[in-house]
């Protein structure tokens, strides 16, 4: 069965800390996608790569970076947490074009910023 | 903990009966749409998709309807069962680009 794997399901972070989530999808797919999860806001996307070494910004990047070192694993970081960034955040891959069934999606991480 | 179906419209219906959660979406150009569903606690898995040269599309229990014109998505389920209670978004591309979400609807299915 093919996975994305999210490292943590929950977290808790303090204010002005460096935050690592961790993706990993053993699919060898080349995209991979970080979205996060607000209550009445839906699914919006941080930040998306379509190949190692590259990354793109989506509609909401600020205070989020990625790392896309090995093709199977896309990491995204918060420099410096804050409290509005305290979300669900959804890692997803799919191939290129992502026309066959969209993006398969992990489990998603729970992060609470206090 | 906090739930992704706060502030979503919800949809409730007895088991047994059919649902239909309906969605508009914005960009004309998209050609590709996607249903997606998210039980709590998990991530959205997908259910069914279609391109836009078709305007239905079936599956086991689930028929996507795409009317193009008014650019209005909807997932049908037959014979709905509690199982089938999460919230269920929908996607749509056009071209190759990203995908584009819905806020989603919450079923609910009382037995």
Known sequence: DVKVTQSSRYLVKRTGEKVFLECVQDMDHENMFWYRQDPGLGLRLIYFSYDVKMKEKGDIPEGYSVSREKKERFSLILESASTNQTSMYLCASTVVGGRLGGYTFGSGTRLTVV | ?111
């Open chain 2, 1 to 111: 903990g906090e739930s992704v179906g706060l502030h979503l419209p919800t949809l409730s219906v007895q088991e047994g009966d059919n649902s239909i959660i309906n969605c508009a979406y914005s960009n004309s150009a998209s050609d590709y749409f996607i249903w997606y569903k998210q039980e709590s606690g998990k991530g959205p898995q997908f259910i069914i998709d279609i391109r836009s040269n078709m305007d239905k599309r079936q599956g086991q229990r689930v028929t996507v309807l795409l009317n193009k014109t008014v650019k209005h998505l909807s997932l049908q389920i037959a014979a709905t069962q509690p199982g089938d209670s999460a919230v269920y978004f929908c996607a749509e591309t056009p071209g190759y680009s990203t995908l584009t979400f819905g806020k989603g609807t919450m079923l609910l299915v009382s037995p």
